[in-house]
């Protein structure tokens, strides 16, 4: 039996993961919603690894590790959870006190390693690792973060030729904050 992957990506409500220039200034433009928000903390829960792509590595390599998780509840699960990096060009992956485990090779072979390891594994961002995921059809689901923002134009959350792919609406949750928490199984 092979594990469940999940790509969780915050959106803008028109659809985009990135400006146009990779950017994502509008997350901080948008609120994100709580810190501590209980469903993200019940699908970490579930989660027994993380999977990155060396830029989204770097980004929560330079925050994560330091968060104080009397503020974000997420930053306990985040740091505890063993980390793997897709990179053929990382020498060294430090998080904190520890480090995390470089793949090296084809990010859908190594996530496919992944899967028969753990039973729970989520990317974070990671849009070029994303995109040879759903390419590939190894996720099982998708969470989608979307913000209370629009952005006009921007990279999408999968590659532009995925073609259609069916997935069951398995659960919303809308926060104060405007933030709509979509989970949908992918068929």
Not at 62 to 71: G, K, Q
Not at 120 to 131: E, F, H, P, R
């Amino acid at each position: 039996m092979t594990g469940r992957l999940t790509v969780e990506q915050i959106v803008s409500v028109d659809g985009y993961a990135a400006e146009p220039d990779g950017g994502i200034r509008f997350m901080q433009a948008a609120e994100t919603g709580d810190p501590n928000d209980a469903d993200q903390l019940a699908f970490l829960e579930h989660v027994d690894a993380i999977l990155l792509g060396a830029d989204t590595y770097r980004m929560f390599a330079d925050y994560w590790p330091a968060a104080d998780p009397a503020v974000e509840a997420v930053a306990e699960p985040i740091n505890r959870l063993p980390k793997f990096v897709v990179s053929n060009a990382l020498t060294d992956a430090p998080w904190g006190e520890g480090s995390v485990e470089i793949l090296r090779g084809d990010g859908a072979d190594s996530a496919a390693a992944l899967k028969e390891r753990f039973d729970g594994i989520v990317v974070w961002g990671s849009l070029t690792l994303a995109d040879a995921l759903f390419e590939a059809g190894l996720v099982d689901e998708l969470r989608l973060r979307v913000l209370p923002v629009l952005i006009g134009a921007g990279r999408s959350f999968t590659p532009a030729d995925l073609g259609e792919r069916r997935l069951d609406l398995d659960r919303v949750v809308s926060l104060p904050s405007g933030v709509v928490s979509l989970r949908y199984v992918v068929r």
